[in-house]
């Protein structure tokens, strides 16, 4: 089955501690991307990568990490979380950079107390 | 910079038509999607148009005018598994093809 994986579904954590969100699709896409979803905000893009080892900001990257070492794999990392960054995110792909449909994740809740 | 503005809530009766607008403000447009958004579920897509006109899919449809900078989706023969939020999202050339999205429009379909 095609899909877009993300782990953990749910995390809560403390200030500080380091953590990473794992993303991984099926579907060999060469475009992926972060969004963080608040309320009142609709869906705001962290980073995205065009391809592997290519990765860009996206509108707010302040205090994440990305990597893209592999096509499958695009891992979220928050260094030093904080209580600002609690939110639901959600990791999407598609086959290109301009492909009309982006396949989104479950989605991963983040509360950092 | 760019910005899209949509309703943020809307109510229809079950078995009704309801449309969605959506204005946007980009240097770069490259598209005009939508998608659909359960309560804590994922987005999931449902039309897309570049060009200038009218997308069918089943009970959805999508309009697009490019000279307005506007865009609609209709909703056909409400159920009321179509209460959900939708988004509009529109893809910026000058910001490396990155989708952007509106704040959502929350619908609410009523027996």
């Given at each position: 089955e095609a899909q877009v994986t993300q782990n953990p579904r749910y995390l809560i954590t403390v200030t500080g501690k380091k953590l990473t969100v794992t993303c991984s699709q099926n579907m060999n896409h060469e475009y992926m991307s972060w969004y963080r979803q608040d309320p009142g905000l609709g869906l705001r893009q962290i980073y995205y990568s065009m391809n592997v080892e290519v990765t860009d900001k996206g509108d707010v990257p302040e205090g994440y990490k990305v990597s893209r070492k592999e096509k499958r794999n695009f891992p979220l990392?928050?260094?030093s979380p904080s209580p600002n960054q609690?939110?639901?995110y959600f990791c999407a792909s598609s086959l290109g950079q301009v492909a009309d449909t982006q396949y989104f994740g479950p989605g991963t809740r983040l509360t950092v107390l | 910079g760019?910005?899209?503005e949509q309703p943020s809530e809307v109510t229809a009766v079950e078995g009704a038509i309801v449309q969605i607008n959506c204005t946007y403000q980009t240097s770069g447009f490259y598209g005009l999607s939508w998608y659909q958004q359960h309560d804590g579920g994922a987005p999931t897509f449902l039309s897309y148009n570049a060009l200038d006109g009218l997308e069918e899919t089943g009970r959805f449809s999508s309009f697009l005018s490019r000279s307005d900078s506007y865009g609609y989706l209709l909703l056909q023969e409400l159920q009321m598994k179509d209460s959900?939020?939708?988004?509009?999202?529109?893809?910026?050339?000058?910001s490396g093809?990155?989708?952007?999205?509106?704040?959502?429009?929350?619908l609410l379909v009523t027996p």
């Amino acid at each position: 089955e095609a899909q877009v994986t993300q782990n953990p579904r749910y995390l809560i954590t403390v200030t500080g501690k380091k953590l990473t969100v794992t993303c991984s699709q099926n579907m060999n896409h060469e475009y992926m991307s972060w969004y963080r979803q608040d309320p009142g905000l609709g869906l705001r893009q962290i980073y995205y990568s065009m391809n592997v080892e290519v990765t860009d900001k996206g509108d707010v990257p302040e205090g994440y990490k990305v990597s893209r070492k592999e096509k499958r794999n695009f891992p979220l990392i928050l260094e030093s979380p904080s209580p600002n960054q609690t939110s639901l995110y959600f990791c999407a792909s598609s086959l290109g950079q301009v492909a009309d449909t982006q396949y989104f994740g479950p989605g991963t809740r983040l509360t950092v107390l | 910079g760019q910005s899209l503005e949509q309703p943020s809530e809307v109510t229809a009766v079950e078995g009704a038509i309801v449309q969605i607008n959506c204005t946007y403000q980009t240097s770069g447009f490259y598209g005009l999607s939508w998608y659909q958004q359960h309560d804590g579920g994922a987005p999931t897509f449902l039309s897309y148009n570049a060009l200038d006109g009218l997308e069918e899919t089943g009970r959805f449809s999508s309009f697009l005018s490019r000279s307005d900078s506007y865009g609609y989706l209709l909703l056909q023969e409400l159920q009321m598994k179509d209460s959900a939020s939708y988004f509009c999202a529109v893809r910026d050339s000058n910001s490396g093809y990155a989708l952007n999205f509106g704040k959502g429009t929350s619908l609410l379909v009523t027996p």
